[in-house]
């Protein structure tokens, strides 16, 4: 694509504006930053996996892994900032994912240990974990809060923490996975999904662009199943005490 | 000096020791206190009911008596010994609660019966069955859905399932305030009997004076997070002597006379 047809992309945006100026919809401010960060954000990123690309050096690589994993996690432990550490537990949570998401990649040798490979599967696998995250923590505080009496109920009957929050954990997790099940069963008949699309636009042969597809939505199903029972996990001792009572605090509604 | 040819006389100790209790809450954006200074004792087998206007800290009185909530400061002693030296898990076996919203946890209404015990690997040598039908319910009750019970009827579950635990206390926190008057009633007489025949002790929040009356043990009336006053139910209640108590008690009777 030649950089004229580049910029007259942003005949777009513009159509956006005039529409958002003419319904008054306030959203130019908010557009403008966007398309400028969008434009800075994917030249910057693009010049920097063309050096990763040529240096094919391991430290770079999960340098630039780590970032990803810095920038996703901060992101989602926006959505829990009441839950004391959230940050902390996002991180673990989504590290946890993107290393077994690539030992099992690498591992069976899926896919090949290149920057090529390496680093676009990762952020897929990050930005899937990351969105999983971020409701997760929302999900778990909307159910807390909405069995928060039976959890009374549950540890006045003498059961620990965990197990009375289980059904909860259970609930939350599901809503966690579900969407990506759902993408699975509607996928190629609603929407040719973003990896294919881009392969077949680069010339690639739409039956190897499938087999592509097909790795990332089965990585990312199993991808959000494990960072969501990881976060789980790792959150739920923040909203007890060690002498098993809920910390009320640790939830939006105080009282 | 004790004379020695006098055996030394077991002074009978108190179940539970509740020493200068505080307890402070955020509401919104102030701290407000909702507990300012309780002490008192509960002597084992008594039936203590505990009254006051709404949100003079009854209920988290409760809270803290089973551990499911802490203390700002002060001590609570159960059997001569610092709550926070039990195992927390014990101890809420030991001190049942049951809640004022009749709350089940999915499942059957066995399922809930058996939740308590089966928590310690116990099921086996419990009867729900026989609990429900000792809580007056139908025992062909037990394998329905729980949530589909009458408001009456699951707070009779709820107690079934406290019970199921065997507790030495029960801390009911107004059981009866979302009941009709048959079936209020009848959680009493299944509560009284249960504290004559096994010496069950219970702490009772109520805010129906005349429950407190039927009840007749001792009463403990609370004002803005202050024990003000304490005694035998009927002492309390026809003679009070602390000003916010008898405001309390003649705005209830007002209202007790007007319906």
């Not at chain 1, 995250?133 to 069995?147: C, D, I, P, T, V």
């Not at chain 2, 065997?166 to 007489?189: F, K, Q």
């Amino acid at each position: 694509m030649s950089i004229t047809a580049l910029l007259l992309t942003l005949v777009f945006i513009g159509l956006t504006i005039l529409l958002s100026l003419w319904q008054r919809l306030g959203l130019e401010r908010d557009l403008l930053i966007g398309t400028v960060r969008a434009a800075l954000q994917l030249t910057l990123v693009g010049y920097v996996l063309l050096v990763v690309f040529e240096l094919r050096e391991w430290p770079f690589i999960v340098l630039m892994v780590m970032v990803m994993i810095l920038v996703a996690a901060q992101n989602a432990a926006r959505r829990g900032s009441r839950i004391p550490g959230v940050f902390w537990r996002v991180l673990a949570a989504i590290t946890v994912t993107e290393v077994m998401a690539m030992l099992v990649m690498l591992g069976l040798d899926i896919i090949p240990p290149t920057p090529q490979y390496v680093i676009p599967i990762s952020g897929m696998v990050v930005g899937n974990a990351m969105v999983v995250a971020g409701l997760l923590l929302n999900r778990l505080q909307s159910e807390m809060e909405a069995s928060r009496q039976q959890i009374m109920v549950a540890l006045s009957l003498g059961a620990t923490a965990r197990q009375a929050v289980l059904p909860v954990l259970r609930k939350t997790v599901r809503a966690g996975t579900i969407p990506i099940i759902d993408n699975l069963k509607t996928v190629g008949l609603v929407q040719l999904p973003g990896m294919m699309t881009g392969l077949i636009i680069a010339g690639v042969s739409p039956e190897v662009a499938v087999r592509w597809q097909l790795l990332i939505m089965f990585s990312l199903t199993a991808v959000s199943a494990i960072c969501a029972i990881v976060l789980a996990f790792l959150t739920y001792p923040a909203l007890f005490t060690a002498a098993h009572q809920l910390r009320t605090d640790a939830l939006s509604r105080s009282g | 000096m004790t004379n020695s040819n006098l055996l030394p006389v077991p002074e009978q100790e108190p179940l539970f020791l509740l020493d200068d209790l505080w307890k402070s809450r955020f509401d919104g954006k102030n701290r407000v206190n909702v507990l300012e200074g309780v002490s008192a004792s509960v002597e084992a087998g008594r039936i203590v009911t505990v009254v006051g206007p709404s949100g003079s800290g009854k209920s988290t009185l409760m809270l803290l008596l089973n551990r499911l909530e802490e203390p700002d400061s002060g001590r609570i002693t159960y059997l001569g010994r610092d709550l926070r030296e039990w195992n927390v898990l014990d101890l809420r076996r030991q001190v049942g609660m049951v809640f004022q919203q009749p709350v089940m946890l999915s499942g059957s209404v066995r399922e809930n019966v058996l939740y308590g015990p089966r928590l310690v690997g116990e099921e086996r040598d419990s009867d729900p069955e026989a609990l429900l039908g000792r809580v007056g319910l139908d025992p062909s009750l037990a394998d329905r859905d729980a949530r589909e019970l009458s408001g009456g009827q699951q707070q009779r579950v709820a107690l079934a399932r406290v019970l199921a635990n065997y507790p030495a206390v029960l801390l009911l926190d107004e059981p009866t305030s979302a009941l009709d008057e048959n079936a209020s009633r009848m959680i009493e007489e299944l509560v009284v009997g249960l504290q004559r025949e096994k010496g069950l002790t219970c702490i009772w929040v109520t805010h129906d004076l005349s429950q407190a009356l039927r009840l007749d043990g001792e009463t403990w009336v609370f004002d803005s997070g202050r024990l003000v006053e304490s005694g035998s139910t009927m002492e309390v209640l026809s003679q009070p002597r602390h000003p916010a108590a008898r405001e309390y008690l003649k705005s209830r009777l007002e209202r007790g006379e007007a319906r």
